[in-house]
Structure formats: structure tokens, C-alpha cells
């Protein structure tokens, strides 16, 4: 599948890159949010944790005061908060918090990224920024092994992969809790986004994402 979405692409499939500047509405943004913002990272956030994890959670794109800030995926702000509080039930990370780079935090057959790399205007990326963002996805998909998983937090996410495996939107339709059977031995599951605003409000509730984690610990191959 990642062969075919390389194949279907413009710009060739490569790993992250730090200094991109691919998108000139967020490489402006940056440099406006640096100036405001001296101390922060303000650049693309690399994906972290274990490149061969068996667990691949895409979010959307870095928050303002959270990955912006801190350089490292849902690390210093609200969304972060249940995720890595869940990864740490689950037995991925080695603690539950998430608070700057160097707080020691470890995952464990896990790796965290973004459909999209960049702080963007208002947290919305345009679909141009997602497309262009989709070449280190490709990457990202294509270093999975066999009867691992794939958790997009929200729709923007959920798409983003489809299009980096190669895939319609219309394959695979996006809804929280749901399960997609990949055809190579992987597996997409979906859940909505553990933003502030869907955490409030309930949409997404602890329970519910803890039945997520759950979903992927009985889909995820056990270990030789």
C-alpha cells in the first residue's frame, strides 16, 4: 500500500524533516508565533517514540502551547493529558504525565505523530498542508510491522493515513471506536480527538477512550 500512495504522489516519500518549509502559510505563522514566543520550539515536531512500535497514534497537528511549545507530540498541553495518562494504563509509556522533553518519559511499542507537522493558524490546517505533510506518513506507515495498529485521533488524522496507505476515503469510513481491517496484517482504529473541547463537552469521555486502548491491546500481535 505505501508504494502505491508513493507512486500516486508529486513529492517523493521521506523521513521528517526538521527544517521543512514546504508550507508558506505555516513556515509564516512560525516565524510570527517564534517572535511572540522566543523559548518555543516553534518548528516541525518530530514524531517520538520507537520507529519499529507496533502502535502508531496520528493526531492532527501540534497546539499552540503544547508540541508548538515543547517540541515533542501532546507534551505541555490539555490534550496530552488523558493520552499519555492512557498510554501509561495501557503499559506503552512509563509514566502518565507529560510535561517537557527532558521529564524522562519513555514509550513503550509506541510512536506518536501529526497528519500534519506544524503549529497551524487556529489548530486548522488547509487540505494543501495536509497533502504536503502526507510524504513523512507514507514513511512513517511503511516502517510498521505486520499485525500492528494505527490510531487516528479524529477525521482530519483518519484521512490522512487513508491517503498515505493509498486508499479512498470512501474504504474506510471515520467513526470513534471503530475498527479497519487493512488487508496486510494491520489494522486502522479510530477515535475522536482527546482535545479540550471534546473532553469537556463529553464527547469523548475517559471510558471511551480507555475502550479504544482496549480494542488495540486484543487487536496487537503478542510478542515472539
Same mark, same amino acid.
Given at each position: 500500500?505505501? /508504494? ?5 504522489? !508529486? ?5 521528517? /524533516? ?6 508558506? =502559510? ?7 508565533? !517564534? ?35 515543547? %517540541? ?7 490534550? %496530552? ?13 512509563? #509514566?502518565?504525565?507529560?510535561?517537557? =522533553?527532558?521529564?524522562?518519559? /519513555? ?9 500534519? !507537522? ?5 489548530? $486548522? ?44 476515503? %470512501?474504504?474506510?469510513?471515520? +467513526?470513534? %471506536? ?6 496486510? +496484517? =494491520? ?12 473532553? #469537556? ?21 503478542? $510478542?515472539?
Amino acid at each position: 500500500m505505501a /508504494e502505491r500512495a508513493r507512486a500516486m504522489r !508529486k513529492e517523493p516519500a521521506v523521513a521528517f /524533516e526538521p527544517g521543512c518549509r514546504a508550507c508558506p =502559510r505555516l513556515a509564516a505563522f512560525l516565524r510570527t508565533v !517564534k517572535q511572540e514566543y522566543p523559548a518555543y520550539h516553534a518548528a516541525p515536531v518530530a514524531p517520538f517514540g520507537d520507529e519499529q512500535a507496533r502502535l502508531l497514534i496520528v493526531g492532527l497537528a501540534p497546539g499552540m502551547h503544547g508540541a508548538n511549545a515543547s %517540541g515533542r507530540p501532546f507534551t505541555g498541553d490539555y490534550a %496530552g493529558i488523558l493520552l499519555y495518562e492512557t498510554l501509561h494504563r495501557f503499559g506503552f509509556s512509563n #509514566q502518565a504525565t507529560a510535561t517537557h =522533553r527532558g521529564d524522562g518519559l /519513555e514509550l513503550r511499542d509506541c510512536c506518536i505523530t501529526n497528519a500534519v !507537522k506544524c503549529l497551524p493558524p487556529e489548530n $486548522k490546517p488547509i487540505g494543501a498542508e495536509v497533502r504536503n505533510c502526507n510524504r513523512f506518513l507514507v514513511v512513517e506507515l511503511g516502517r510498521m510491522p505486520a499485525g500492528s495498529v494505527i490510531l487516528a485521533l479524529g477525521n482530519v488524522a483518519h484521512g490522512a493515513v487513508l491517503k498515505a496507505l493509498g486508499l479512498r476515503a %470512501g474504504d474506510c469510513k471515520f +467513526g470513534h %471506536g471503530a475498527r479497519h481491517d487493512l488487508g496486510d +496484517g =494491520r489494522w486502522l482504529v479510530d477515535s475522536y480527538h482527546c482535545s479540550r473541547y471534546n473532553t #469537556q463537552t463529553r464527547r469523548l469521555t475517559t471510558t471511551m477512550f480507555h475502550d479504544v486502548f482496549r480494542d488495540i491491546r486484543a487487536l496487537l500481535t503478542p $510478542k515472539p
